[in-house]
């Protein structure tokens, strides 16, 4: 196998962003097929979505990298392409795409428009320095609005509206052209292969058989088989076992240069020893700077997740060392429960980040995980002046030592109909949001910037907003701080005993409130038992709210026909005799569904 020589002015590395279902993930199929990578028989939808999860729900979770060759008269061009997510929860990935690229393809649903994710995204593409290509998609449909669809470009991204390009992405109309404009417009890598080895990581998998294979953007200097390697912000050693590139699958190169996107594969047998972000370098010629990593994403919604089965707490903890590397956004720690009993304490950037690790963990260890009811961190100034960081109402300090507790603050960005405006503003207004300002796109399209706390954002904010707007609202957030609330934190006892999962932290406003809304749905969640259950909500030391749920009573008089009524109380009283003594020593079955209902709570019947 000859090693090619790759003139560095003919590679183009680009990435697609837009919002969730613009069609970014078809583009790339499209790709694809025009360049010939993937032939028609091997190909199927959503090529780059190879994981089971990515597929069911039509939206992109992982980053992808694949090389494209593309032949155009003055010859022929190798295009690195990085299929991005567009949802808010992975904009990480985002990020750690757009550092391995020169330029991005911005695309905008020409039916749906700009939408809350597409400003964010072209935002993070400018400020990491990325030439941006704006395209119009979708322009076959009998829906599209190309005209109106531009001019909100234009007002919302100030994007030149002679420089947008139309394609489809489903048909292929004005792909050929498109991929002209990623050879044209989008400048090659500017790195020098003589120079030390420098190259950035900015991804990693895990193979059962290869072990880690490593996801590289190499800057300068080259990379081969055999190469001993430094990782600079670990300083970790390895030997190179293969490189190359993925084109999609994985195909073997002599080498990767100054300017190549691929992987490569090295001694790493451990998970927790490849750092996304860290620079490689030769060992025996190593760079004096490293590349400018990740700032590290702190998770901002945590629960708790517990195998059903305790036996499975081992299989449980490998299953989430083998997710951590593919994520490094997701973090875990041990913890106990006395109404659980072991499991971890995983911390995560959104609801839907949280669903789909659950979700993973479930299919590819096969583990069946009780998950608590999802929290937001808190920061809490003790007396002293020490400020700590709560990840769970448990770790709330006592009342008395507690001088201020601040909650985590995130600027909304909504985008809706004009006509919804109202409807979404009183939504805002119960959510203890502060109100910013109002940006017009077009006559008919708005944007509403709120401040709010995360707190109020993690429920169910995202149904209520498309309910409202009849699917039409958008939402993107970014945090901004923390700010000092009146907040406290509410117990729950079931038959007298305190819930550690139970428990959540809220606004004293609501406490009451919200307190007596999940005795009730907890009173239909527990089933009954042989005695009374009472369940109680305290705060500190006094109870605000409190549901019973009825013993299971036996007819013990049934077969007293007639006769004397003290036969009948003798037996009545020595069942109730019964139930007080069972009572103080028998335990109360709470269900896993139990400790979802804190999730639920404002969900309306």
Do not use: W
């Amino acid at each position: 196998m000859s090693e090619p020589a790759v003139d560095r002015s003919r590679i183009r590395n680009f990435c697609i962003i837009a919002h969730i279902d613009h069609g970014k993930s078809t583009l790339a199929d499209r790709l694809l097929l025009h360049t010939g990578t993937v032939s028609q028989r091997d190909f199927q939808d959503q090529m780059l979505d190879d994981m089971d999860l990515e597929r069911e729900r039509g939206i992109t979770i992982k980053a992808k990298a694949v090389t494209l060759r593309y032949r155009r008269p003055d010859g022929e061009h190798t295009l690195n392409l990085i299929d991005t997510p567009g949802h808010v929860d992975f904009s990480y990935e985002v990020s750690r795409s757009l550092a391995a690229c020169e330029g991005a393809l911005l695309l905008v649903d020409a039916s749906q428009g700009v939408e809350a994710q597409t400003i964010a995204n072209a935002h993070l593409a400018l400020e990491a320095g990325l030439t941006i290509v704006p395209v119009l998609n979708k322009i076959d449909m009998a829906a599209a609005r190309p005209d109106e669809v531009i001019e909100e470009m234009v007002h919302a991204l100030a994007i030149d509206p002679g420089r947008v390009h139309r394609v489809s992405a489903k048909t292929g109309l004005g792909v050929p052209e498109l991929l002209d404009l990623v050879v044209e417009r989008i400048p090659p890598p500017s790195g020098k292969e003589e120079a030390p080895l420098r190259a950035l990581i900015f991804d990693a998998s895990y193979d059962e058989y290869r072990g880690v294979i490593v996801y590289i953007r190499v800057v300068d200097g080259a990379i081969r088989p055999g190469q001993s390697i430094l990782t600079m912000g670990a300083g970790r050693r390895y030997e190179v076992e293969e490189v190359g590139i993925f084109n999609p699958k994985m195909q073997k190169l002599p080498a990767l240069r100054a300017g190549d996107v691929g992987y490569l594969t090295a001694t790493i047998r451990n998970l927790s020893d490849v750092s996304i972000g860290d620079t490689v370098t030769d060992r025996s010629r190593p760079a004096t700077d490293k590349l400018p990593g990740y700032k590290e994403p702190l998770p901002m919604v945590f629960c708790g997740l517990y195998p059903t089965n305790n036996t499975d707490f081992e299989r449980l903890r490998y299953a989430l060392d083998k997710l951590r590397l593919n994520d490094s956004s997701f973090t875990y720690v041990p913890e106990s429960s006395d109404a659980l009993g072991f499991g971890f304490r995983c911390g995560f950037l959104g609801l839907l980040h949280m669903e789909v690790v659950q979700e993973r963990l479930e299919r590819e260890s096969g583990v069946d995980i009780v998950q608590t009811a999802p929290n937001v961190t808190f920061e809490v100034l003790v007396r002293g002046g020490e400020m700590i960081r709560i990840e769970s109402p448990t770790q709330l300090p006592d009342p008395g030592r507690i001088e201020l507790v601040c909650e985590p603050v995130v600027r909304t960005t909504i985008m809706i109909p004009a006509q919804y405006i109202g409807s979404i503003m009183t939504l805002m207004e119960e959510r203890r949001a502060r109100y910013m300002r109002t940006d017009y796109l077009s006559q008919s399209r708005v944007i509403l910037v709120y401040e709010m706390p995360f707190a109020e954002l993690i429920t169910d904010f995202h149904d209520k907003l498309k309910s409202l707007t009849r699917g039409y609202g958008t939402l993107d957030y970014e945090l901004v701080g923390y700010s000092p609330e009146d907040l406290v934190k509410i117990s729950i006892l079931v038959n007298g005993s305190p819930v550690d999962a139970l428990s959540f932290i809220c606004h004293r406003s609501v406490a009451e409130a919200r307190g007596r809304k999940l005795l009730k749905k907890l009173k239909e969640e527990i089933p009954r038992h042989l005695f009374e259950v009472p369940l109680q909500a305290a705060l500190g030391g006094k109870i605000i709210a409190r549901e019973s749920i009825g013993a299971l009573r036996k007819n013990v008089t049934a077969k007293c026909y007639g006769g004397d009524i003290t036969r009948k109380r003798k037996l009545l009283e020595r069942q109730k005799e019964g139930k007080k003594r069972m009572k103080s020593i028998g335990s109360v079955e709470i269900p896993q569904k139990a400790f979802l209902a804190v999730l639920r709570l404002d969900e309306e019947k």
